[in-house]
């Protein structure tokens, strides 16, 4: 395969898993469809049963990189970047909120999986549980130091994952309802107003 054939199934994987966050978010496991979700990405059915044979691992695939990518990319670089932890937390604060800004559909998505399929999530959480334990070890540590000098006061390493995650996920839970309530119209507007907010807030917290 050369690297435009390459680039190519690449693409026509992530247009497959696209459609597929919205098919679970809104039927859940039992009530997706694979031929909508290969309707939906503008592929054949036979094609999207090449990528991910079947309606289960298509499912699953979704969910371990979903948490996978929230491991990698917002609760490992608080411990292994550099900077102060005030900018790591920041900085995995706002890659968290961007990375659901993406993925509007994942919190229901998330949701949907816990109520129909809570084998699947313990599953997964189980196949995570040690490597995300131990980031947050690592985590807590790196708090504990700057504890010591001065840079923050006292902080639990779960509660802070908990509120960064509790903060940033409900807008996109209930944006409808807050947008309607507080009268804004503008979905990206908000959603921006919304993640400097969060950023405040934690920053306060963690002082």
Same mark, same amino acid.
């Given at each position: 395969m050369d690297k /435009? $054939?390459? &680039? /190519?199934?690449? !693409?026509? %994987? /992530?247009?497959?898993? %696209?459609?597929?966050? &919205?098919? #679970?978010?809104t039927k859940g496991f039992d009530g997706a469809r694979? *031929?909508?979700? +290969?309707? +939906?990405?503008?592929?054949?059915?036979?094609?999207?049963?090449?990528?991910?044979?079947?309606? $289960?691992?298509?499912? %699953?695939?979704?969910? &371990? !990189?979903?948490?996978?990518?929230?491991?990698?990319?917002?609760?490992?670089?608080?411990?292994?970047? *550099?900077? =102060?932890? &005030? %900018?790591r937390i920041r900085t995995g604060i706002e890659k968290h909120f961007d990375f659901l800004l993406a993925n509007k559909e994942l919190p229901i998505f998330f949701i949907t999986t816990i109520n129909s399929r809570p084998e699947a999530y313990k599953e997964v959480i189980n196949e #995570? =549980?040690?490597?995300?334990?131990?980031?947050?070890?690592?985590l807590q540590k790196e708090l504990d130091k700057a504890c010591e000098n001065g840079e923050i006061g006292s902080v639990r390493a779960d509660q802070l994952i908990g !509120?960064?995650? =509790?903060?940033?996920?409900?807008? #996109?839970?209930?944006?409808?309802?807050l947008m309607a309530a507080t009268g804004h119209s503008d #979905? !990206?507007?908000?959603?921006?107003?919304?993640?400097?907010?969060?950023?405040?807030i934690i920053m306060k917290r963690i002082s």
């Open positions: /435009q $054939e390459s &680039k /190519q199934a690449k !693409d026509t %994987e /992530q247009l497959i898993l %696209e459609a597929a966050i &919205k098919e #679970f978010s694979t *031929s909508t979700i +290969a309707a +939906a990405a503008g592929v054949t059915h036979a094609m999207l049963h090449y990528y991910f044979r079947t309606k $289960e691992k298509l499912f %699953e695939r979704i969910f &371990k !990189d979903k948490i996978r990518y929230i491991i990698n990319m917002v609760i490992s670089p608080m411990v292994e970047a *550099s900077g =102060s932890i &005030k %900018e #995570f =549980s040690t490597n995300a334990h131990n980031r947050i070890c690592a !509120d960064i995650a =509790s903060l940033n996920v409900f807008p #996109f839970l209930a944006y409808p309802m #979905f !990206d507007t908000y959603m921006e107003m919304r993640k400097i907010e969060i950023v405040e």
